[in-house]
């Protein structure tokens, strides 16, 4: 999963207010680019750096009290440069000397900024202030600073795809209430109910019954029509709002610096705002005029719908505006009904040319002239109607999730190691008679798979689109999904949606799967490594998952073994004193090598290892008992030297022999009887330890290459234990014991 690097600003202010300072230098860096650039628009640029210093003093300030922001640190911080500003303003008033301090004891006078005020009890700002405060950070720096996500998910400790996500919600939020906002002094009478709903409307946000009872109003009223026209229109400028709203007049200025290359008509506004401006506090009501026309004209130009699009299985189409045909229809009617008054005039010029006649015999013959027909054939000017109902609908009745009777709930396991598919039934109801192609879209979590195998009878599914068409679309078949049962990962990674489209009509629902911790045998194996009688060697594996966010090993060992793992391992970090190893790699982990010196004795506990992995919400633990050394009859040989290899002929020399071991540790535990004494002369690299008042000594090395020469005497000839040496070889798994007696029986000494 993708993670941010460093404390979010959320972190960073809670640090600073218990004092932190070394966080709030932290803050510093990253927003102190930006102070200074809202600090240009409003001094000149020598004198900027001095503003946004005096602007994160005043925040410190109020962090260090209890007060100030507790996310959305950047747009704070630009109003406390904005009002700095102000202050510094006031406080440069010329100072007169008077004798009269009573004429000046009172409130002092408030600075106003005409334009500022009216950007600030507008609808925007009234819109943005009813947000959440994380609702208006996201708001601040995707909407207005137009940053990546990628580069604001460390400010507020999220993910790039969760910044994605959580700017979506803000501005489905900010934009139902400013629609709220801007309809509060529209609603009449007869149409007060249609229009206090008609922001919800826009944003898909009212239930199954007031939707349908809005759309029913709309087809009959021809100025709430209107209206939500241009609520369609409106609300794909919200975004060129927020800045005015929170900044004043500067925050034209900060839109074009802070877009670069990409000033158009931002900079013509902010260079005609300057001009208006250039000789005073910029609190003039001209310049403020200005800036509303500048403002129009940035929500006319700005085409900022392109990153609005719902994270739905399927992108709903641009709601439409037919503003022009529902227009034209009146007003041809009109003009073709005098076509038909032609033929009555035509009978009073018809008795001057045949006076002779009778009058009404030729009035006849006119009337049925060719014109009238063509009225008839000209009336349907009603053909410019289709396009109004191409205008995009939330139907919330268009699509149900629901779980199938009998089982398969989120929370539903099977009896054994592994979790029961979870299933649901996706039901369509199109509206009556509509025959519009229905095309259902699946889109889920990374923790989640493709919960579809082949074609489920009545649908033709795609999963590399990830969309199922109904054969019948007039009475589409229910649509049966099964996910398997996540074994971990966040919401989000759990959550799948469905959306379903059929002509303008459309919906989208989520569900969330829940992942219950769970045991899973197959996730963890303790494998047998190459055969070695010296030492026990194991590998343990852990099983792929691509839901996870951690694997933990925890090694657990009898009194008889010691810490199996060499210093590190590839693929982990493991640390002997809390006895864990973690996977850097927890969607496919490495192979744990894990040797054990064979144990030389100990009960089964005490020669017994336990291995418990955890993955997420699975676990699984396996455990082995090693067994000791084992007998080895070859291991060991006692040889008396030859009188040609012989050391020393004036002692006792046995050389005592360890077979198949080369640069291997070696013990050797040594015994005698009472008739002989061990001889202090040892070989280089050998070490021994003995006690006088016991006939017993260890020798051991832990580079054998040669036999060990132990030298004896004898105090008097004999036979039996008392003239005969015990030896006790171990190395590593094996053990094998041989006794010779000093001097021989027969031979040579």
């Not at 106003?112 to 996201?138: C, H, I, N, Y």
């Not at 493709?450 to 990830?466: D, E, F, I, Q, V």
């Not at 040892?682 to 070490?687: C, E, H």
Request: proline share 10%; hydrophobic share 35%.
């Amino acid at each position: 999963m993708e993670t941010p690097e460093g404390p979010s600003d959320a972190e960073l202010i809670a640090r600073v207010r218990n004092g932190d300072l070394e966080a709030y230098g932290e803050l510093f860096g990253r927003h102190h680019h930006a102070a200074e650039r809202m600090a240009r628009q409003l001094v000149p640029a020598n004198d900027a750096d001095d503003l946004a210093s005096d602007a994160f003093a005043k925040v410190l300030d109020a962090l260090r009290s209890g007060g100030g922001p507790d996310i959305s640190f950047r747009a704070y911080l630009l109003t406390t440069v904005r009002r700095v500003h102000v202050d510094r303003i006031r406080s440069g008033r010329k100072v007169q000397a008077t004798d009269d301090i009573a004429s000046y004891e009172r409130e002092p006078e408030t600075f106003d900024d005409p334009t500022v005020t009216g950007f600030e009890s507008g609808a925007a700002a009234k819109a943005f202030a009813s947000l959440p405060e994380r609702w208006q950070a996201v708001l601040w720096h995707t909407e207005v600073e137009g940053e990546k996500p990628a580069a604001i998910a460390p400010l507020l400790g999220l993910t790039a795809n969760g910044v994605s996500a959580l700017a979506y919600r803000a501005r489905e939020g900010l934009r139902q209430a400013y629609l709220q906002q801007h309809l509060a002094d529209v609603a009449g009478d007869r149409c007060r109910w249609t229009t206090e709903r008609l922001g919800a409307y826009v944003r898909g946000g009212l239930t199954k019954r007031e939707n349908r009872n809005v759309r029913e109003h709309l087809d009959d009223c021809a100025m709430c029509t209107a209206v939500y026209l241009e609520l369609v229109e409106v609300n794909s400028a919200l975004p060129a709002l927020l800045a005015p709203a929170l900044l004043g007049t500067a925050g034209l200025g900060y839109l074009a610096a802070a877009s670069g290359a990409k000033v158009g008509l931002v900079g013509f506004v902010v260079t005609g705002w300057k001009k208006a401006t250039e000789n005073s506090t910029r609190t003039a009501v001209g310049a403020g005029a200005v800036v509303v026309v500048a403002v129009a004209a940035v929500l006319a130009a700005m085409a900022l719908t392109g990153n609005d699009t719902p994270p739905a299985a399927i992108n709903n189409p641009p709601a439409q505006q037919p503003t022009q045909p529902p227009v034209q229809p009146p007003t041809v009617p009109p003009v073709k009904p005098p076509t038909v008054k032609p033929p009555s005039a035509k009978p009073t010029t018809a008795p001057t040319t045949a006076p002779t006649s009778e009058p009404t015999e030729p009035s006849p013959e006119p009337t049925p002239t060719p014109t009238p027909p063509a009225p008839t054939t000209a009336t349907p000017p009603a053909t410019p109607t289709p396009p109004v109902p191409t205008t995009p609908i939330l139907d919330e009745g268009l699509l149900t999730i629901s779980m199938p009777p009998g089982g398969g709930g989120p929370t539903t396991r099977a009896v054994g190691t592994q979790a029961e598919a979870v299933r649901f039934v996706i039901t369509i109801r199109t509206p009556a008679g509509s025959q519009d192609p229905v095309v259902v879209g699946i889109k889920y979590g990374s923790a989640l798979k493709w919960p579809l195998s082949g074609n489920p009878s009545g649908w033709t599914c795609t999963p590399a689109s990830g969309t199922c068409t109904a054969t019948n679309s007039a009475a589409p078949a229910p649509l049966p999904v099964s996910f398997d049962s996540p074994t971990g990962g966040t919401a989000a990674q759990r959550t799948f949606t469905v959306s379903a489209k059929t002509g303008r009509y459309y919906d989208d629902d989520s569900e969330t799967l829940t992942a219950p911790p769970r045991t899973d045998e197959n996730l963890l194996k303790i494998v047998a490594g190459k055969p070695d009688p010296d030492v026990h060697h194991r590998i343990l594996t852990v099983a792929p998952g691509t839901d996870r966010s951690s694997v933990t090993l925890k090694i657990t060992y009898g009194s008889s073994l010691e810490w199996p793992i060499a210093a590190s391992p590839a693929g982990w970090k493991c640390t002997v004193k809390s006895q864990t190893c973690t996977a850097l790699n927890p969607a496919r982990p490495a192979p744990l090598p894990a040797d054990f010196d064979v144990p030389t004795d100990g009960s089964s506990a005490a020669r017994t290892f336990t291995v418990a992995a955890t993955a997420g919400l699975v676990s699984d633990t396996d455990s082995q008992t090693l067994p000791v050394i084992q007998q080895d009859e070859s291991l060991l040989q006692i040889i008396t030297p030859t009188p040609q290899t012989d050391p020393n002929p004036f002692v006792y020399n046995r050389f005592l022999k360890v077979n198949g071991v080369a640069n291997r540790r070696v013990t050797l535990d040594i015994s005698w009887g009472r008739n002989l004494s061990f001889l202090s002369a040892l070989d280089q690299g050998w070490t021994c330890s003995r006690s006088t008042d016991v006939r017993r000594a260890t020798c051991w090395t832990d580079n054998y290459r040669k036999p060990f020469n132990s030298e004896w005497s004898s105090w008097l000839p004999g036979t039996g234990a008392a003239n005969q040496i015990t030896v006790h070889a171990r190395v590593g798994g094996r053990e094998d014991t041989d006794s010779a007696q000093i001097p021989p029986t027969t031979g040579r000494r």
